[in-house]
């Protein structure tokens, strides 16, 4: 399932852990911009079913 994430447009670094809903995270964007004075841009991000050392859970295997 994909999270939303706000990442600062200026530096590219990551600002603000994993967002579920549109709404929370433009709220959280617009706070975000007002404290840093900068651009903050929501992203989409796609967990990855098979992270190295965690078990599939369709397959069990890692």
């Keep these: 399932m994909p999270r939303l994430v706000l ?4 530096t590219g670094t990551r600002v603000r852990h994993r ?3 549109i ?5 959280q964007q617009e706070w975000y911009e ?4 900068r651009r903050v841009r ?3 991000v796609f967990e990855d079913r098979a992270a190295p050392g965690k078990a ?3 397959t069990g295997r890692a």
Excluded at 23 to 27: N, Y
């Design 7 to 10: 990442i600062d447009a200026e």
């Design 19 to 21: 967002i579920r809903s």
């Design 23 to 27: 709404k929370q995270a433009l709220k």
């Design 34 to 37: 007002a404290k840093l004075g």
């Design 42 to 44: 929501i992203e989409k």
């Design 56 to 58: 599939d859970s369709h």
